[in-house]
């Protein structure tokens, strides 16, 4: 009956060691630290497969292995040239040393406390040591508008000239502050800037001055489209006039030619019979100037009466 006991009780020990899992998998997006009563035992498990453990009195602490995420926090910070702008950055890390990790930060939320205090700080150092255009423009480069036909703008930008860029200002941010998360078993992969703005004061003025700009340009198209309407105006103006001087000229000299013509028909017909060619004009002078109701005092001898005198005579 003895016996029977101590068998029953070595029974339920192994059961409670099976239960306890003395096994652990480790898979490839993981890495483990054992500890034993707190403490960290032995080197971590980096590399995927099946481990053993003691049941109760060593626990498995596993970290992701992949990149993680940080978000930084969005705040107002002034560049060089005393302009506030917001800048929200990101950054992507990875747990390098494991058991480093869990003996500073021991997990991922207090390690992402530790990156803000130490990425913060270097992006707000490293934007207000550079002017607002070094950390909106990586370069010269000449920037695509939709100001199409517009050809006296500017050559340089009126913010200066890009000597550093926004590449290199990360570049800086991620090395300054590598060495400070290094001693946490974390390795800064990349630091980027998410997204940069003005703040609501500066967009106003920055707003009012792009307007000003359009409203300038767009006087700028109007004032050459009403010099265009303008010559259009004037050259059809002088194209009319020369269009009804040619016309006039023209018909003066069809004019001519038919009052030529009429001479030459009204000589022709004077010449074969003067004196019926004088007596047809005289009456037509007649009825131009005399009707009813005119009175002449004219001499007998007038020229103007003779053929009226000629007709009285012979009646």
């Known amino acids: 009956m003895k016996y029977k006991g101590i068998l029953y009780g070595v029974i339920v020990v192994i059961i409670i060691f099976f239960l306890a899992g003395p096994m652990y998998v480790v898979d490839e997006t993981e890495q483990v630290v054992i500890t034993q009563f707190g403490e960290a035992i032995g080197k971590p498990k980096t590399e995927p497969g099946l481990y053993l453990k003691i049941p109760i009195i060593q626990q498995v602490n596993r970290f992701r292995k992949n990149l993680l995420d940080w978000d930084g ?6 560049t060089l040239d005393k302009t506030f702008i917001w800048v929200d950055t990101f950054a992507r890390w990875k747990i390098v040393d494991p058991l480093k990790f869990f003996e500073t930060v021991n997990n991922e939320v207090a390690a992402l406390g530790r990156l803000d205090d130490i990425i913060d700080p270097a992006v707000r150092n490293f934007v207000t040591s550079y002017s607002l255009i070094e950390t909106v423009r990586m370069t010269n480069r000449e920037l695509d508008t939709f100001e199409a ?10 913010l200066g000239e890009v000597r550093t860029g926004r590449a290199k200002i990360t570049k800086g941010i991620m090395e300054q502050a590598q060495p400070k998360v290094a001693k946490f078993g974390i390795q800064l992969v990349d630091v980027k800037i998410k997204r940069l703005n003005y703040v609501e004061q500066v967009q106003k003025s920055v707003y009012a001055r792009m307007i000003a700009e359009r409203k300038q340009i767009a006087e700028k198209f109007r004032s050459e489209g009403k010099g265009e309407a303008r010559k259009i105006e004037g050259d059809k103006e002088r194209e009319m006039k020369r269009i009804t001087s040619e016309a006039y000229r023209t018909a003066q000299e069809v004019k001519g030619k ?5 001479t030459k028909i009204y000589a022709q017909a004077y010449g074969q019979d003067p004196d019926f060619y004088s007596f047809v004009n005289t009456l037509d002078i007649y009825k131009k100037t005399l009707d009813k109701d005119s009175t002449l005092v004219l001499s007998t001898d007038s020229e103007f009466f003779k053929y009226m005198k000629g007709y009285m005579g012979e009646r």
């Open 73 to 78: 926090d969005p705040g107002q910070i002034p």
């Open 149 to 158: 036909g517009v050809t006296d703008l500017p050559e340089k930008s009126p």
């Open 258 to 262: 038919a009052d030529a013509e009429a």
